[in-house]
């Protein structure tokens, strides 16, 4: 019973709060006009319609839905696109970390050797000549300078 009343009291509510009140009109012995929700005992009283609801607008209320639904959707739009540019641009601060790393290894291998061995591509070993090898330690200062900050 208790669950019943529970779950009409809201519509109770509900739909009489659209119910307008009955208004009464009349003058007094003075002639003053007066306005009431309750009309006089001994009087003669007219009584007022209360006035008529606000028009709903269908097309109105639907053509703000859609403007809400648009926004929400650019708003996701633009929501999706900065993560993918904050995505894109952490990738590419992690490649230049590792490009700095690289550049500072190859600069420390060329400076703290006396003579440096690379393989080729074809896999054969061979010793660096000097001039090649300062041409590689410039590289790397270059790439240094690019990628580290």
Same mark, same amino acid.
């Given at each position: 019973?208790?669950?019943?009343?529970?779950?009409?009291?809201?519509?109770?509510?509900?739909?009489?709060?659209?119910?307008?009140?009955?208004?009464?009109?009349?003058?007094?012995?003075?002639?003053?006009?007066?306005?009431?929700?309750?009309?006089?005992?001994?009087?003669?009283?007219?009584?007022?319609?209360?006035?008529?609801?606000?028009?709903?607008?269908?097309? $109105? &209320?639907? /053509?703000?839905?859609?403007?809400?639904? #648009?926004?929400?959707?650019?708003? +996701? @739009? !633009?929501? %999706? $696109? &900065?993560? /993918?540019?904050?995505?894109?641009?952490? #990738?590419?601060?992690?490649?230049? +970390? @590792? !490009?700095? %790393?690289? &550049?500072?290894?190859?600069?420390?291998?060329?400076?703290?050797?006396?003579?440096?061995?690379?393989?080729?591509?074809?896999?054969?070993?061979?010793?660096?000549?000097?001039?090649?090898?300062?041409?590689?330690?410039?590289?790397?200062?270059?790439?240094?300078?690019?990628?580290?900050?």
């Amino acid at each position: 019973m208790k669950s019943l009343l529970r779950a009409l009291l809201p519509l109770t509510l509900l739909f009489s709060a659209g119910l307008p009140a009955a208004m009464y009109k009349w003058v007094d012995e003075n002639g003053q006009t007066h306005y009431s929700q309750h009309p006089p005992p001994d009087r003669e009283y007219e009584a007022l319609a209360p006035p008529p609801p606000p028009a709903s607008d269908a097309g $109105q &209320a639907q /053509q703000k839905l859609e403007q809400l639904l #648009q926004r929400q959707d650019e708003q +996701r @739009q !633009a929501r %999706e $696109q &900065a993560e /993918q540019e904050a995505a894109a641009a952490e #990738q590419q601060a992690e490649q230049r +970390r @590792q !490009a700095c %790393e690289a &550049a500072r290894h190859n600069l420390r291998v060329l400076t703290t050797t006396g003579r440096a061995r690379i393989t080729g591509p074809d896999g054969v070993a061979r010793y660096l000549p000097e001039e090649e090898r300062q041409a590689k330690i410039a590289e790397a200062q270059k790439q240094i300078e690019e990628y580290c900050d």
